[in-house]
């Protein structure tokens, strides 16, 4: 007999019991694992069902299905917009999995979530981890740890806060990225991982989905991270690694003897064009700042021309250096059409990408440049460039980068000038 026919047999209510039975239609690696484990880390690609195997997780944690019930829960993301839009409204989301009789509650002023039973779930941001201090939770969710601004610090935080109950557990959800945080949460004794890529998620996903973003990046290294979820190190080869990072970060000085937008344009401004890589670094003594990642895709001629113009005051910079290789005078005239006495250096690369990045790493090695704030982007360009790159499209977050450093720590005519903003 087919499924079919015995769905046909049931009767309304047992339809709608079986259609809100999770663990009939869930993959396996969407299911919590059995065992004594304190963290279950699913690492999954782009619309792999991370969302709704964290969502039903806690469902049966707060109505105590198959398990004995948690209450109060802890629903932390990477900022409360985006806790609130995907882990409570989400089409996967808490507030859509539920049948009628189940549906929590929620309490948008407060950040809750209540329960028929009463149990209940709090948002947090991990960008607040001291909001972590005070409450205590018998169970926790953690949507895309490896986009939190400070992951390993707010989830210190949340341990302390994961006491009550017999056997506390949490669930982290996230594409992954190399980070050291990532990294050490993979290797502790007491976390379960389990994996799922994009393509084991196919019949829930758009058709079209597959024939475009899958055919284009597969096989590639954002492919292998961002579909199949896999952690990837830094590539052979590579001049920069993720944990000097870390390392390297700090806040910003509140005055530079100099700053500079750099960018790397592209030559057209379709959907499949390279991005536009723009790069703020300033320069404090001997000691080089990158302040901001602007890069964004698609990017039309007037659009890059005025996020230039605005970082260039925003930044308080004094020059603007524009690759011209691809676009050539053009460049320049996008930028003069706007702010006609805007200081333009156009450069031209005559060498590789990798032999122009070599000395800027140097610096970096030597503890010559510091991060400041996120720059996860830029960040996971840089380590995935190697001399042998294929398939992997531009690196112009990493171009831009190696222009700005290269014009104020390594350039012959820099002249400093205190500036503030």
């Given at each position: 007999?087919?499924?079919?026919?015995?769905?046909?047999?049931?009767?309304d209510?047992?339809?709608?019991?079986?259609?809100?039975?999770?663990?009939?239609?869930?993959?396996?690696?969407?299911?919590?694992?059995?065992?004594?484990?304190?963290?279950?880390?699913?690492?999954?690609?782009?619309?792999?069902?991370?969302?709704?195997?964290?969502?039903?997780?806690?469902?049966?944690?707060?109505?105590?299905?198959?398990?004995?019930?948690?209450?109060?829960?802890?629903?932390?993301?990477?900022?409360i917009?985006?806790?609130?839009?995907?882990m409570?409204?989400g089409?996967?989301?808490?507030?859509?999995?539920?049948?009628?009789?189940?549906?929590?509650?929620?309490?948008?002023?407060?950040?809750?979530?209540?329960?028929?039973?009463?149990?209940?779930?709090?948002?947090?941001s991990?960008?607040?981890?001291?909001?972590?201090?005070?409450?205590?939770?018998?169970?926790?969710?953690?949507?895309?740890?490896?986009?939190?601004?400070?992951?390993?610090?707010?989830?210190?935080?949340?341990?302390?806060?994961?006491?009550?109950?017999?056997?506390?557990?949490?669930?982290v959800?996230?594409t992954?990225?190399?980070?050291?945080?990532?990294?050490?949460?993979?290797?502790?004794?007491?976390?379960?991982?389990?994996?799922?890529?994009?393509?084991?998620?196919?019949?829930?996903?758009?058709?079209?989905?597959?024939?475009?973003?899958?055919?284009?990046?597969?096989g590639?290294?954002l492919?292998r991270?961002?579909?199949?979820?896999e952690?990837?190190?830094?590539?052979?080869?590579?001049?920069?690694?993720?944990?000097?990072?870390?390392?390297?970060r700090?806040?910003?000085?509140?005055?530079?003897?100099?700053?500079?937008i750099?960018?790397?344009p592209?030559?057209?401004?379709?959907?499949?064009?390279?991005?536009?890589?723009?790069?703020?670094?300033?320069?404090?003594?001997?000691v080089?700042?990158?302040?901001?990642?602007?890069?964004?895709?698609?990017?039309?001629a007037?659009?890059?021309?005025?996020?230039?113009?605005?970082?260039?005051?925003?930044?308080d910079?004094?020059?603007?250096?524009?690759?011209?290789?691809?676009?050539?005078?053009?460049?320049?005239?996008?930028?003069?059409?706007?702010?006609l006495?805007?200081?333009?250096?156009?450069?031209?690369?005559?060498?590789?990408?990798?032999a122009?990045?070599?000395?800027?790493?140097?610096?970096?090695?030597?503890?010559?440049?510091?991060?400041?704030?996120?720059?996860?982007?830029?960040?996971?360009?840089?380590?995935?460039?190697?001399?042998?790159?294929?398939?992997?499209?531009?690196p112009?977050?990493?171009?831009?980068?190696?222009?700005?450093?290269?014009?104020?720590a390594?350039?012959?005519?820099?002249?400093?000038?205190?500036?503030?903003?």
């Open positions: 007999m087919q499924n079919s026919d015995l769905i046909a047999e049931l009767s209510a047992e339809v709608q019991a079986l259609y809100h039975d999770w663990r009939f239609w869930a993959r396996p690696d969407q299911v919590a694992p059995d065992g004594n484990w304190l963290t279950w880390l699913m690492l999954g690609g782009r619309g792999a069902g991370k969302t709704r195997a964290g969502a039903e997780w806690v469902r049966e944690k707060a109505l105590g299905l198959n398990q004995k019930a948690a209450s109060p829960i802890a629903l932390v993301g990477e900022d917009a985006d806790a609130r839009a995907v409570i409204e089409v996967s989301g808490l507030l859509a999995i539920h049948p009628t009789d189940q549906q929590p509650v929620f309490h948008k002023s407060r950040g809750e979530l209540e329960w028929p039973n009463g149990a209940v779930a709090k948002l947090f991990a960008h607040d981890p001291d909001a972590l201090r005070g409450p205590q939770f018998a169970a926790a969710w953690a949507d895309e740890y490896a986009k939190w601004p400070n992951p390993q610090i707010c989830w210190d935080m949340l341990q302390f806060a994961l006491r009550l109950g017999d056997a506390p557990q949490q669930m959800t996230t992954p990225r190399p980070i050291p945080a990532l990294k050490k949460l993979m290797q502790d004794k007491n976390c379960v991982v389990t994996r799922a890529s994009t393509s084991d998620n196919a019949a829930n996903l758009a058709p079209n989905f597959f024939s475009t973003v899958t055919a284009h990046y597969a590639t290294r492919g991270q961002e579909l199949d979820g952690v990837l190190e830094a590539a052979e080869g590579a001049l920069w690694h993720h944990a000097q990072f870390d390392e390297l700090a806040a910003s000085p509140a005055q530079f003897d100099r700053v500079v750099a960018i790397d592209p030559v057209t401004s379709h959907k499949h064009s390279d991005q536009c890589g723009i790069v703020v670094a300033g320069q404090v003594g001997e080089t700042y990158v302040l901001a990642d602007l890069s964004f895709q698609p990017a039309p007037l659009q890059w021309a005025r996020k230039v113009i605005h970082a260039f005051d925003q930044f910079a004094d020059l603007v250096v524009a690759e011209t290789n691809q676009g050539g005078d053009l460049v320049g005239l996008n930028l003069k059409q706007l702010v006495n805007l200081p333009i250096k156009q450069v031209r690369a005559h060498r590789s990408k990798y122009r990045a070599e000395p800027v790493a140097m610096l970096y090695e030597r503890g010559l440049v510091r991060h400041v704030g996120d720059l996860r982007h830029l960040e996971d360009e840089m380590c995935a460039f190697a001399p042998d790159q294929t398939g992997q499209g531009s112009d977050r990493m171009d831009a980068l190696v222009w700005a450093i290269t014009e104020l390594l350039g012959t005519d820099a002249r400093p000038r205190i500036r503030n903003f």
